[in-house]
């Protein structure tokens, strides 16, 4: 366990957490990082932590530096517990320390850990001192939760931006100059589209406000650093925070009987005669965090599902209020399926795609099989309506 010097007296002294599968909902194959940092000044200031049963990982790198109870200064930038589920202890071992955070971080800070520590709030603009440094704070709301703010180090150049610009992957190297960057970014993409997407306008504005600095590291939260690929990261988060779309068509769906696979193979051949980009998904196979992925540029998201009793199939359902959450604008569906008393399934999907404010473009629904004369229609109909 030894800690990054990322630059002259600042580490990395964070948690990599190589097995996490799961992080709320989202499938996280190549696991987490938790990045904390460690600026050694006068102030001896700690930036964000880790999680919970992270904690000693986290002291043992800050061990290899410094007494863990020096550290007088800390920098909550985001109050979700895999940033902040380390400060209770580091607030133990040195009482006196302060906590800096937006005032929604502070509030935040007190539901979570019910405690009255030594907090400092602070807004847009305030500069701390740290000795021979200077941190400035920029509150970043929405970028994850209402409490997000983003810290920077001037004389150093670096932004320590917390959720954003981070990736789900635990590696032991820690620069993008030392891992493969077409992971990092696939990675970053499937972050995004996971975890920022539903916030892209105030990425935006935090995206213009951020950049006039002069950055030279931005040290995220999770995953790798970036030091030698900033303009290519930043110019993907302009990418993904404008919603342009392509053309390509997503075709998820789950089936029963074979029935609504039918009908979306139908839909596949309409959208292949468009030319359009075609991504086939059934909910069987596939999980939903993945596919949101690929949802983050494509113009259509067509759902199918037959009926199950009075609803529609739970991994569609699952998959449908995954994607309302998220909240992608601007984009188009055809809502499929089968049934055979009741037709339950179009109006459920109906709902949800309206909520969602999807423009529904056309619906099929066919009472249990269809065969091949209505296989041809359907191709046509929706070849008609694409
Ligand atoms: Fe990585 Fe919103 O916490």
């Not at 509030?107 to 701390?128: M, P, Q, R, T």
Request: net charge negative; hydrophobic share 40%; glycine share 4%.
């Amino acid at each position: 366990m030894k800690a990054t010097e990322i630059k002259k007296g600042i580490y990395w002294v964070g948690a990599i957490d190589w097995n996490l599968r799961n992080f709320h909902g989202y499938l996280t194959q190549r696991g987490s990082t938790y990045n904390a940092y460690l600026i050694i000044d006068e102030k001896i200031t700690l930036v964000d932590s880790v999680k919970s049963y992270l904690t000693d990982e986290m002291l043992k790198r800050i061990s290899t530096i410094i007494d863990p109870s020096k550290i007088d200064t800390i920098i909550c930038n985001h109050v979700e517990m895999d940033h902040s589920g380390a400060i209770p202890k580091i607030v133990e071992l040195n009482p006196a320390a302060k906590v800096y955070a937006s005032p929604k971080g502070v509030s935040g800070l007190k539901a979570h850990y019910k405690k009255d520590w030594n907090f400092v709030e602070v807004k847009s603009g305030d500069v701390i001192n740290l000795g021979k440094r200077n941190l400035h704070f920029l509150l970043t709301p929405m970028v994850h939760w209402p409490d997000n703010m983003v810290a920077y180090l001037a004389e150093d150049k670096i932004l320590f931006s917390n959720d954003a610009f981070g990736q789900h992957l635990a590696s032991s190297e820690r620069f993008d100059d030392e891992y493969p960057l077409d992971i990092i970014m696939e990675e970053a993409r499937k972050y995004y589209a996971n975890i920022v997407l539903p916030y892209s306008s105030q990425v935006v504005k935090a995206l213009d406000d951020a950049l006039k600095l002069d950055i030279e590291v931005i040290a995220n939260s999770h995953g790798i650093i970036w030091r030698k690929h900033i303009p290519e990261i930043i110019r993907e988060y302009r990418d993904w925070s404008s919603n342009t779309l392509d053309k390509k068509v997503l075709i998820v769906y789950d089936t029963m009987w074979g029935s609504t696979e039918k009908i979306a193979n139908a839909i596949y051949d309409a959208f292949e005669q468009k030319g359009y980009r075609i991504y086939k998904y059934c909910l069987q196979d596939n999980h939903i965090s993945d596919i949101m992925t690929e949802v983050l540029n494509a113009e259509y998201v067509c759902v199918g599902s037959p009926t199950l009793n009075k609803s529609i199939l739970p991994s569609v359902a699952g998959f449908l209020t995954y994607l309302q959450g998220l909240s992608p604008k601007n984009r188009k569906t055809i809502l499929f399926g089968s049934y055979g008393w009741a037709k339950q399934n179009i109006k459920e999907m109906e709902r949800y795609m309206t909520e969602s404010e999807f423009q529904i473009v056309h619906t099929v629904n066919v009472n249990y099989i269809p065969g091949e004369e209505e296989l041809l229609a359907i191709r046509n109909e929706v070849l008609e309506k694409i």
